[in-house]
């Protein structure tokens, strides 16, 4: 069964119309992955993510959309010729997830933080 997978677009204000952004969310997992610009790639962050979303100062800054929407204004965030595909966005948020999780490990000296979130 496939998680189902959550489309963001962001504005640089409230009163903009075009979107500057992109945000993938696997809310059922606490995963995200956003559109880095000065990287020109998919980054993960659920932190970042999260308290982006949860900001009520950002509430007119974003917009939930379909997987349709978002690939119709990619092109124009990330000057790629097309989204990834589903599959490759869950590859991306469970290598993302795997390597936050072994980064907190290294920076706290646990073995294995299981969980921790």
């Given at each position: 069964?496939?998680?189902?997978?959550?489309?963001?677009?962001l504005y640089?204000?409230?009163?903009?119309?075009?979107?500057?952004?992109?945000?993938?969310?696997?809310?059922?997992?606490?995963?995200?992955?956003?559109?880095?610009?000065r990287r020109?790639?998919?980054?993960?962050?659920?932190?970042?993510?999260?308290?982006?979303?949860?900001?009520?100062?950002?509430?007119?800054?974003?917009?939930?959309?379909?997987?349709?929407?978002?690939?119709?204004?990619?092109?124009?965030?990330?000057?790629?010729?097309?989204?990834?595909?589903?599959?490759?966005?869950?590859?991306?948020?469970?290598?993302?997830?795997?390597?936050?999780?072994?980064?907190?490990?290294?920076?706290?000296?646990?073995?294995?933080?299981?969980?921790?979130?």
């Amino acid at each position: 069964m496939s998680r189902s997978l959550s489309y963001y677009l962001l504005y640089r204000t409230d009163q903009s119309t075009v979107p500057a952004g992109l945000f993938v969310v696997d809310a059922s997992q606490g995963e995200a992955l956003l559109w880095d610009h000065r990287r020109g790639a998919w980054a993960y962050d659920p932190g970042l993510v999260t308290r982006f979303l949860d900001d009520y100062r950002n509430v007119d800054r974003y917009e939930n959309v379909d997987r349709m929407r978002a690939e119709q204004v990619a092109q124009a965030i990330t000057g790629v010729p097309e989204l990834p595909d589903e599959t490759a966005f869950h590859m991306m948020l469970a290598s993302g997830a795997a390597g936050y999780s072994a980064d907190r490990s290294a920076q706290s000296g646990v073995a294995d933080p299981s969980g921790d979130r």
